[in-house]
C-alpha cells in the first residue's frame, strides 16, 4: 500500500478534528466512527471548555471536570496526531515526483510510528470511556436469611462472614450494627457498615438474591437443597442534611441478649430507636457502649431513611433503586453458589463462573475480580444506551429540520 493511500485509509479527524475512526473487536465494543459516538465526544470537549472556563464551580462540577478530563487529554492527542500525519500528507505530495528515496522512507517510517501510536490512543480512549469511577463512601449491608430455613441462616452467616473479611481484604472501614442469631450458629438477619474507596459501587453489585446448593449442613448423607439468602446495600448518608428532630424519635435501652460475657449480659448496652413518623424501627447491641451502639443505630436509621426517601424519588423514575440496589426485587437470583460442583456462578452479564467455591468464599482476589467484571460490564451498557440517546436525538433533530 502507498504512504499516501495508506494515510487516506487511516483519517482521523475532518475539519472540525473530531469526526474519529477506531476498529471493532471483540474488545471494543464501539466504533469511534459512529455519528452519535462523534457527537458524544464533542458535546464533552464543550462541557471541559466550559467547564474549564468558570472562574468558580460547585463541587458537582469540580468532580464532573476531573471525570472527563482524561478523555479531552486523549482527544487532544489524537487532533496533534491527526495534524502531523496532514503535515507528511503534504510533505509527500511535494517529493511524490522525485528520486530521492531516501526522504520517501523517511516520511513512510515517520507515517508508522503516527499511525501505531494513534492505534495506542484508539485503546486508550476505549479504556477511559468504559473504565468505572470509584468514589470513596460507605454503605449499609444488610444480610437476611431467606426460602431454607435453618439452612438459608448458616448460609446468610457464611455470607456475612464473607463480606466481612473482603472488607478487611481491601482495607475498608467496617461497623457491626446488627446479628440476629440463629439456634445453630446462623443468622436471622445481620447488617454493617462498609466505608472506604469503591465501596458504593463494587458492593452495589453484591445486591439481590443469592442462592446456594448444598447437602444441609443439618443432615448427614441427605439430598442437595436450596436454599436463598438476600442481599440489601443501602447508600449511606455521609452527611445528612435533613437533620431527625428528637420529638419524632423514641429510644430505648435494654440489656443485650446473645453472647457477649457477663458485661453485656448485665448492663442495658443495646439500643433501640423508633421513627414515630415512618414507623422504622433500628437496633444496636453490638458494642459494649451503650453511647456508641446508639450513634450507629442513629445513622442506621438514616440510611434507612435516606433509601426510603430515595426509593420513593426513583420509583417515579422506572424504579432506579429495583434495577441497582435489587433489594426491593427478591426474585432475581444474581449468584448461584453450587457446593457439590465447587462452582460459583454470576448471573448477571460479565460475572461468568469461579470453579473454587471455599476460595471464593474467603472474601478476597476472587469476589474483587467478580465484583471488577460486573462494573464493567455495567458501564458499558450504561455508555452504550448514553450512545442510543444521542443517535436518537440526532434523529429527531434530522427529522425536525425536514
Known amino acids: 500500500m502507498s504512504l499516501l493511500r495508506m494515510l ?37 470537549m464543550f462541557e471541559h471548555e466550559s467547564l474549564n472556563l468558570k472562574m468558580k464551580r460547585t463541587s458537582e462540577e469540580t468532580r464532573r471536570l476531573f471525570e472527563i478530563k482524561p478523555i479531552v487529554n486523549v482527544l487532544e492527542q489524537r487532533i496533534t496526531l491527526y495534524d502531523n500525519i496532514e503535515m507528511l500528507k503534504e510533505l509527500n505530495k511535494k517529493h511524490s515526483n522525485d528520486k530521492d528515496d531516501e526522504m520517501k522512507e523517511m516520511i513512510k517510517e515517520e507515517a508508522e510510528l ?9 485503546d486508550e480512549l476505549q479504556s477511559i ?27 446468610a452467616r457464611e455470607l456475612f462472614d464473607m463480606y466481612e473479611s473482603y472488607a478487611k481484604y481491601k482495607d475498608w472501614e467496617v461497623c457491626i450494627v446488627s446479628l440476629e ?55 449511606k448518608p455521609t452527611d445528612i442534611e435533613a437533620n431527625i428532630p428528637d420529638r419524632d424519635l423514641v429510644i430505648e435501652t435494654k440489656r ?56 420513593e424519588q426513583t420509583s417515579k423514575i422506572n424504579s432506579e433503586r429495583k434495577s441497582q440496589v435489587g433489594s426491593s426485587n427478591r426474585n432475581e437470583k444474581i449468584r448461584t453458589y ?54 436518537k436525538n440526532i434523529n429527531v433533530k434530522s427529522v425536525d429540520k425536514n
Open 114 to 122: 503516527y499511525l501505531k501510536r494513534m492505534k495506542e490512543v484508539d
Open 338 to 391: 453450587n457446593y457439590p460442583q465447587d462452582r460459583v456462578t454470576e448471573h448477571r452479564e460479565g460475572g461468568g463462573s469461579v470453579h473454587n467455591l471455599q476460595g471464593f468464599m474467603s472474601g478476597d482476589a476472587q469476589l474483587e475480580q467478580m465484583q471488577d467484571n460486573l462494573l464493567r460490564a455495567q458501564k458499558r451498557q450504561e455508555f452504550l444506551e448514553e450512545i442510543s440517546r444521542v443517535a
Open 256 to 311: 443485650a441478649s446473645g453472647a457477649g460475657g457477663q458485661h453485656v449480659n448485665t448492663t442495658d448496652s443495646a439500643v433501640r430507636i423508633t421513627h414515630t413518623p415512618t414507623g422504622i424501627v433500628v437496633e444496636c447491641q453490638e458494642g459494649r457502649s451503650q453511647i456508641k451502639n446508639k450513634e450507629i443505630a442513629m445513622q442506621k436509621l438514616r440510611t434507612v431513611l435516606l433509601d426510603k426517601q430515595l426509593e
Open 181 to 235: 442469631k440463629s439456634d445453630i450458629g446462623g443468622v436471622r438477619k445481620a447488617s454493617m457498615f462498609i466505608d472506604g474507596v469503591g465501596v458504593p459501587e463494587l458492593m452495589k453489585m453484591e445486591a439481590g438474591v443469592h442462592r446456594v446448593q448444598r447437602i444441609p449442613a443439618t443432615e448427614k448423607g441427605g439430598r442437595i437443597h436450596t436454599s436463598t439468602v438476600s442481599v440489601a446495600v443501602l447508600p
Open 8 to 44: 487516506c485509509s487511516r483519517r482521523i479527524f475532518t475539519a472540525d478534528k473530531l469526526s474519529l475512526v477506531c476498529r471493532y473487536s471483540s474488545q471494543n465494543p464501539f466504533n469511534l466512527s459512529d455519528t452519535a459516538v462523534q457527537v458524544y465526544l464533542k458535546n464533552i
Open 129 to 155: 470511556l468504559l473504565e468505572p469511577q470509584l468514589t470513596d463512601g460507605g454503605v449499609l449491608l444488610e444480610v437476611s436469611a431467606g426460602a431454607g430455613g435453618q439452612e438459608a441462616m448458616l448460609f
